[in-house]
């Protein structure tokens, strides 16, 4: 239980068991199943006739765009449904008829919803109107719009800072909401401008800018038709982004191969069953063609391993690495492999934990291909050595000249659907010279110079009182960020917390000592202005900008979008007395992008070219440009091997996501593809470790992580024998981000570590 003057307000919600029933692990994804649980969900939400209108237009040309993951859209959209699972759940969220207001507000107190779970929470439906907590009030109330506009200001006018003001984004966001919502940032005075990218793929972007000169992706989404080899690593995308599948399976129907790296089996990369085909679902496809289940974040042992003895062959035979690539594009190739010298094949092997067997039939493919794709996602990303696990993976690419071609390249996979986006359009804490000069020269102030502060440092200010007022443009940051006591007290110690905001979340109770919820309009819903339907932009997984414009009525006439929302606040703190003007900003989202237009590159013409299928950004890796690296050359990277040294019946743990869940959006309580149903509360061990500290199947255990003589303990989890490497864990965050230190991250990046993070378990009585 969180303790604060004001409000007693649990941190994690109910923790009782819900009536666990375990089945063996499915070995495929989608098929007929995936459809009918997506439709039971949308049908529950939204009803029949809206939940299939709906649908048809999700991803669609001239439709909108999924408020799920950023994968990318085909250039001709299935006419079926371009749209997975868990795009369906995402969409039955938002649309819901369940309705969160005024009256719900007054019946329920910030304290009584606290103690719910985060799966009930958010099945309480759309928020509906402005709200406001006063200090020393349990209860939300109604307030107005310009009376929280005017109270946000007035907020950030008493901070003797601007650095006192913290702004956070979501990667749900529109390109026009989150390039007014930096505008109005630097306005104010400050570069504090934390965003999701920094608890995710932060590695990725810091990795591939001071190798490839680009903190994006190099593929696009035809690229997978041509690829040789698609090498996935630290990413189910069966469950996280499930439209993927299609893509993986075009590149076996022309001849490639997929190899699948990860600790856990995950049934969407052994079989896919495509819906859209009857082919598909009565037989499915086979993806994998090698699954190296690796150990906890011995991907580096791995990758240099395969590099090891790919060196080997090429020095006794050729042609296994692109020597005219090497020498025409990159530089340092000499000194990594001077560095796996040092490493013996027996010591890399036992660390991956893999088979000399696999380890030889992966060799041998990579040896004979040079059209390879490497994705990833967060289980590479989020260890304390996150950004060299992506260096090592360029390290292979480059090695293969595996860049700049048709079926090869790199491959970030994002998971909100404008997180790429918002970024582009200047969300970061980074200052950028090159930004601050446009800015100025567009807008007539000069943005300030000083580096803002990124998520962790954030949190760490708002627990030392320094950070004082936290605006949040999208998102669930108490359940999203590491570290969930030490957050929810940063939360607490600010004077005014506001929460642009959809749906309720946990987010809406652990607050500072006022608290706003200002409800937005969300993806697929109208958004009409004087008569007039807007449009809005977002920026796929690959670098693609397109338009995304709702259909559905608003499900409250109180609702303002994102844009109108970043005006309001503006306005009232400058008063209209400042170079920008708001209010015909917030307005007229044509002028937003003549204004995107004006300062950010590759960019012109932005409402014309968003129509239909979009258009590609700039991309220097695509066209081999490395002229902005060091002597022009994209670069190799000496990477060493992560150093755990874990004592005896400690674990390595990784936070991960069910089947029924989307970040912290908890669709349901079922983990269908690993067989779990009715539970969240689980932590998955091999049966070896189990017998060694004398567990049974469904054993009550706490988990314990200790850093810096600091104990975080996430209570009452039943164990769930799995087929997991040993000496390794698993289990679903939120519930257990309690665990994860918020000082412990990736150097350079500062990702956290929520998948190596070392712990202890402790049986409790059943």
């Known amino acids: 239980m969180g303790d604060s003057k004001q409000r007693q307000i649990s941190l994690t919600g109910d923790k009782n068991f819900t ?45 909108f765009d999924c408020p799920g993951c950023a994968w990318p859209d085909p250039e001709k959209p299935s006419k ?3 749209y997975c699972e868990n795009g369906a759940k995402a969409l039955a969220e938002e649309a819901t008829h369940m309705r969160v207001d005024e009256d719900f507000f007054a019946k329920h107190s910030v304290e009584e919803i606290s103690q719910w779970t985060d799966y009930k929470i958010g099945k309480s439906g759309r928020l509906t109107q402005p709200m406001v ?26 901070l003797n800072s601007p650095d006192d003001g913290i702004f956070y984004t979501s990667g749900r966001s529109s390109n026009e909401a989150a390039f007014l919502y930096g505008l109005f940032i630097r306005a104010f005075g400050t570069n504090n401008m934390p965003d999701c990218s920094n608890m995710c793929h932060e590695s990725s972007g810091v990795a591939l800018s001071e190798t490839l000169g680009i903190g994006k992706g190099s593929v696009k989404l035809e690229d997978f038709d041509k690829a040789e080899v698609v090498i996935v690593m630290g990413q189910n995308p069966g469950t996280n982004h499930p439209r993927m599948l299609s893509a993986l399976q075009k590149c076996k129907e022309n001849g490639g191969k997929v190899i699948s790296i990860n600790p856990l089996e995950e049934a969407g990369l052994l079989k896919f069953k495509n819906p859209q085909e009857v082919t598909g679902i009565l037989s ?14 011995e991907d580096v042992a791995l990758l240099k391993l395969l590099m090891k003895k790919l060196a080997a062959i090429e020095k006794k035979q050729g042609g296994v690495f692109d020597n005219d690539f090497i020498k025409t594009y990159t530089q340092g190739h000499e000194q990594v492999l001077e560095s796996l010298e040092q490493y013996t094949e027996e010591e890399l092997l036992h660390r991956s934990g893999i088979s000399e067997e696999l380890i030889n039939q992966t060799v041998d493919l990579l040896a004979k291909k040079n059209k390879i794709i490497i994705c990833w996602a967060m289980g590479l990303t989020q260890h304390k050595n996150g950004v060299e696990n992506i260096k090592e993976c360029v390290n292979l690419l480059l090695l293969k000249g595996s860049l700049g071609k048709p079926g090869a390249g790199t491959c970030p996979v994002r998971g909100h659907s404008n997180v790429q986006g918002d970024r582009t359009v200047g969300i970061m804490h980074h200052v950028s010279k090159e930004l601050n000069t446009a800015i100025e020269s567009t807008f007539g102030f000069s943005p300030p110079i000083k580096e803002g502060l990124d998520t962790v440092n954030a949190i760490k200010a708002m627990h030392d009182e320094k950070g004082k007022v936290f605006i949040a443009l999208g998102g669930n940051f108490v359940s999203a960020a590491s570290d969930t006591n030490y957050t929810a007290k940063a939360l607490q110690n600010c004077s005014l917390t506001v929460q642009i905001s959809t749906k309720l979340n946990r987010s809406h109770v652990v607050t500072g000592k006022t608290a706003l919820i200002l409800p937005t309009l969300g993806r697929s819903e109208k958004d009409v202005k004087n008569g007039r339907q807007r449009f809005l932009t977002v920026e796929n997984s690959m ?52 204004k995107i237009t004006a300062v950010l590159k590759g960019f012109a013409d932005l409402s014309t070219k968003s129509k239909g299928a979009g258009f590609y950004l700039p991309n220097n890796v695509r066209d081999l440009d490395f002229s902005k690296l060091p002597n022009q050359k994209a670069q190799f990277s000496v990477c060493g091997l992560p150093q755990h040294n874990l004592k005896e019946n400690e674990f390595l743990l990784m936070t991960i996501r ?11 309580l079922n983990d269908r ?73 990736a150097d350079k990046s500062h990702t956290p570590i929520s998948k190596s993070v070392i712990v202890t378990i402790e049986k409790q009585a059943n």
Do not use: C
Request: glycine content about 8%; cysteine-free.
């Open 284 to 297: 499915g496809t086979t993806l994998t063609d090698i699954y190296l289940q690796v150990r906890l974040n």
């Open 80 to 82: 079926l449904g371009e």
């Open 133 to 158: 907590l006063h200090p020393g009030e349990v209860h939300y109330k109604p307030i107005s719009w310009e009376e929280a506009f005017e109270l946000t200001a007035k907020e950030l006018q008493k």
């Open 673 to 745: 593809y690993r067989g779990i149903y009715n539970e969240r509360r689980v932590v998955l061990m091999n049966k070896t470790d189990m017998k060694k500290l004398g567990l049974q199947n469904l054993s009550v255990v706490d988990i314990i992580s200790n850093y810096d003589n600091t104990e975080r303990r996430a209570q009452k989890f039943l164990v769930i024998p799995y087929k997991i490497p040993e000496g390794n864990l698993a289990a679903y965050f939120p519930e257990t981000n309690v665990l994860v230190p918020y000082n412990h991250y």
């Open 543 to 594: 670098g693609k900008v397109h338009r995304t414009k709702g259909m559905l009525t608003p499900s409250s006439n109180q609702l303002k979008s994102e844009p109108e929302i970043v005006a309001g606040i503006a306005n009232a703190y400058f008063k209209e007395n400042h170079s920008v003007n708001w209010k015909s900003l917030g307005a007229d989202y044509e002028l937003i992008r003549e």
């Open 658 to 668: 069910s089947h029924d869940q989307f970040n912290t959006t908890i669709y349901g």
């Open 19 to 63: 009536g666990i029933k375990l089945k063996q692990p499915a070995q495929y994804g989608v098929g007929i199943l995936g459809i009918k649980v997506a439709l039971q969900h949308t049908f529950k939400e939204m009803g029949i006739v809206k939940s299939l209108r709906t649908l048809s237009h999700m991803n669609q040309k001239e439709g």
